[in-house]
């Protein structure tokens, strides 16, 4: 007990403390994963405050951030045009992004409560990533709208807003906006492709860029050879009720060359109902923890190169102030805390203990217990061979293959993912074929299995 108690408030302390402040990122060599200038290795823990700009005040925004620092959180997701009538309805302070809905002719006064948002947020070790517009202001196919942009005010939007935040070091850049890029026999690449150009040309070069697609789909499908694209991204989503195959999206693209980072930017929110869109009632229930959790780590697990979190009542910043979408069961403040949020930093402080560089998903280390559907594990090596971590959705008994550890006895040990416990199993000499059992088994009793080199 007392060995759980020590590597939980190391864990804790960890993810408490102030994260390295903020530089420019750039892609490993490698090209699966993220590291900042120095070299160090960036992971992305993403949540989704989209409505951060558009429905908070300061000292909310600063309350937000301070509460996602303190969880471990890297990357906060916001949107400069927000969904929900976002050109027309003012934020907080009475302001409107455009005058006359012209992207044009940009309020500075909407826009001056971004440029803080962006300080405070480097302040507290944390990255924008920043969308430009949401979807529905190049495509409006669902939502408010309205449709604003084309190719030739986008380039001119881009560059004005990459030229405002040239010198933000914090700053990701994600246009798409829950929109394809593509869909039948209509084609918004080009919008993109000039909206990402201006920005590319407003920052000098200095920025980085992923798009976010809608449910069910990746950007890798419309965009995989778009030079300007540095970071792709899937949604596995809301709508389709449990376990989506989040890591068949992430192994599909790591086949796919040029070679570029991928994460799940959108996966099941934390109390989110589960019936499908567009109904999305609560008459199935809603995702809880649980559901999170497996689907941050077998995403991570099968080799992205982070993930977003997001609740539900957080991402529309839910209050007595606005419109309830689509069945939210609390409030924001009161969803701040929930345990996924808490679980996804234990995930990220895990993940870096060894350093998220050198990952290798292998899925061959299963000999035996391998599932399907819920019960599917994702499992991992380094490079190096001087570990491996399995993912186990559902507790039970798994045969491993250690001997890919390059040392002739193993340190091993059970994290649990809902309270980042760690249980000891002992040192074992290492074999090819090795069967372990997790403290406690069944549905809802989700288990990492590290197995280390002793040193």
Not at 75 to 95: C, D, H, S, T, W
Not at 201 to 214: D, M, V, W
Not at 246 to 253: A, L, P, S
Not at 367 to 378: I, N, P, R, V
Request: proline content about 6%; overall charge positive; aromatic content about 12%.
């Amino acid at each position: 007990m007392k060995n759980k108690l020590l590597f939980l408030c190391s864990l804790l302390y960890c993810i408490g403390i102030r994260a390295q402040m903020p530089e420019r990122l750039k892609v490993s060599p490698d090209g699966h994963y993220l590291q900042y200038a120095n070299g160090q290795p960036f992971f992305w823990l993403g949540d989704t405050g989209w409505e951060l700009f558009h429905r908070l005040d300061t000292a909310e925004i600063k309350y937000y951030l301070d509460n996602r620092a303190g969880k471990g959180f890297t990357v906060i997701q916001a949107v400069a045009l927000a969904e929900f009538n976002g050109i027309r309805k003012p934020n907080r302070y009475g302001q409107i992004p455009f005058l006359d809905e012209n992207p044009a002719t940009p309020n500075n006064a909407y826009f001056m409560l971004i440029d803080s948002t962006i300080r405070w947020a480097m302040q507290r070790g944390l990255y924008i990533g920043l969308l430009p517009t949401w979807g529905d202001k190049v495509t409006k196919l669902w939502g408010e709208g309205p449709v604003v942009f084309d190719s030739t005010n986008a380039y001119t939007y881009g560059k004005w807003i990459g030229s405002r935040y040239r010198d933000a070091k914090n700053i990701i850049w994600i246009l798409g906006g829950d929109r394809p890029a593509v869909k039948d026999s209509s084609d918004w690449r080009p919008v993109w492709r000039a909206m990402a150009r201006g920005i590319q040309e407003g920052t000098a070069g200095q920025c980085i860029i992923a798009y976010h697609p809608s449910g069910g789909s990746s950007s890798s499908q419309w965009l995989q050879q778009e030079s300007w694209l540095n970071i792709h991204m899937f949604q596995s989503g809301h709508g389709s009720g449990h376990d989506v195959p989040c890591w068949e999206f992430v192994r599909k693209h790591r086949q796919q060359l040029p070679v570029t980072p991928v994460l799940d930017a959108e996966p099941n929110y934390e109390d989110h109902p589960v019936n499908p869109w567009p109904k999305w009632n609560p008459d199935n229930g809603y995702f809880r923890d649980y559901d999170v959790r497996k689907q941050l780590y077998r995403s991570v697990f099968a080799g992205a190169c982070g993930v977003t979190y997001g609740h539900h009542a957080v991402w529309q910043f839910m209050s007595a102030r606005e419109e309830a979408i689509n069945y939210p069961d609390r409030g924001w403040i009161n969803a701040l805390d929930r345990p996924g949020a808490f679980q996804a930093g234990y995930l990220r402080r895990l993940i870096t203990l060894h350093g998220a560089l050198n990952r290798v998903p292998d899925l061959s280390l299963i000999l035996l217990g391998q599932g399907d559907g819920g019960a599917h594990m994702e499992a991992f090596r380094d490079i190096a061979g001087t570990y491996l971590m399995v993912y186990l959705p559902i507790g039970k008994s798994l045969r491993v293959n250690t001997a890919v550890i390059k040392a002739a006895r193993l340190n091993c040990w059970w994290f649990n993912p809902r309270n980042a416990e760690k249980t000891s199993i002992g040192v074992i000499k290492q074999a090819s074929a090795v069967t372990f059992t997790p403290p406690a088994t069944g549905a809802g009793n989700d288990w990492v299995l590290v197995v280390e080199a002793m040193k």
